[in-house]
């Protein structure tokens, strides 16, 4: 199954600018979305370890 995340149009912007206001968005956003949530944790370990540092992303999901 594809997740919406893979290519989201917010998180491309981030990607571009992530102290735009549209990137803090996303940033702050994925803190508490049930997608990115799901998405996140079908990750094997390495890549969720990418995402954490290239997002400095610390929120723990338990499966």
């Not at 981030?14 to 049930?34: Q, T, V």
């Not at 094997?44 to 997002?55: C, D, G, T």
């Amino acid at each position: 199954m594809a997740h919406a995340c893979e290519n989201c149009k917010i998180r491309a912007h981030y990607d571009a600018k992530p102290k735009s206001l549209m990137g803090r968005f996303w940033r702050w956003h994925i803190n508490f979305c049930p997608g990115w949530k799901n998405y996140f944790t079908s990750l094997p370990p390495e890549k969720q370890a990418a995402l954490r540092e290239k997002y400095q992303f610390t929120k723990i999901y338990e499966h």
